[in-house]
């Protein structure tokens, strides 16, 4: 073989091996390509946060998102306004010729006495967040469900007066869990309307306490639900799971009743 030969049979190996090269590393994927396939799998719901959302969405569902409300409630007036992720609750009361108007807006504490800002201690601050808070916490369930802090978890399910319930229980983070973050709830939701019928919570501060919520005075307002609540006491130490058969029972003593009177959509006014 001559020199030229020898050349071009040379030129023509390298030309092959540059290309098989090439045709290889198309094929292998890069490191950017991998982890974005891997970030864009779904995460699916759990059986719990399903079934959270379905009583969400029996109750209001996205109306809560932009929903705008005042009620009454042993003898203050609230307000919630929602925008999305953002908020704001109020309180206020009036003593005499004192009124006094509490806002939470965004997690920020404020208060007025007559129209006059003043400067809350943290005591106040403590008590007064904690008060708005969990008024329109309750008048708003199951929307709140939904936050970060909450736990969700499927308990099982059960019948009450013959009724089909799921039983969701919750807990809470510390970080955005509020005052009472290891307080323990259960919340039963009727299998066919979806609708919160009965709840249920453990507590500790004031030395501890267990109690039981039957749901009535059901009323739609402008697509959102507003309901009230029987509020009963049961032993200390009481298991959550243990309280339908002991309301069924008549065993459960009534302490109070829990009523959000005179709702009104803001956003008709």
């Not at 010729?97 to 400067?119: A, H, M, Q, Y």
């Not at 013959?162 to 939701?189: A, R, S």
């Not at 979806?194 to 453990?202: E, G, I, M, P, S």
């Amino acid at each position: 073989m001559n020199i030229q030969k020898t050349i071009l049979v040379i030129t023509c190996i390298a030309t092959l091996l540059a290309c098989n090269s090439k045709d290889k590393k198309t094929i292998t994927p890069s490191s950017t390509e991998t982890e974005t396939e891997n970030t864009s799998q779904v995460i699916e719901p759990s059986k719990a946060e399903l079934i959270l959302n379905q009583s969400i969405e029996a109750h209001g569902g996205d109306l809560y998102d932009t929903a705008q409300y005042a009620f009454v409630f042993r003898g203050n007036n609230y307000q919630f306004i929602n925008d999305g992720k953002n908020y704001e609750y109020s309180k206020t009361s009036k003593k005499g010729n004192v009124i006094t108007k509490d806002v939470l807006k965004n997690g920020k504490f404020s208060r007025t006495v007559n129209g006059e800002p003043v400067e809350p201690t943290e005591k106040a601050i403590k008590g007064g967040t904690g008060a708005i808070n969990s008024v329109i916490y309750f008048a708003t369930l199951p929307h709140k469900l939904n936050d970060a802090s909450v736990n969700k978890t499927y308990v099982g399910e059960t019948t009450i007066k013959g009724e089909k319930y799921t039983v969701l229980g919750v807990t809470f983070k510390q970080e955005g869990g509020g005052e009472d973050f290891d307080d323990e709830y259960h919340y039963w939701i009727h299998t066919e309307t979806h609708q919160v019928d009965y709840l249920a919570y453990n507590y500790k501060v004031n030395n501890g306490g267990v109690r039981f919520r039957s749901a009535y005075n059901k009323r739609v307002v402008d697509g959102v639900t507003f309901q009230d609540y029987i509020n009963y006491e049961a032993e200390l130490n009481t298991a959550l799971k243990d309280l339908p058969a002991l309301y069924e029972a008549g065993n459960l003593k009534e302490l109070s009743k829990i009523d959000t009177e005179d709702v009104v959509n803001l956003k008709n006014k």
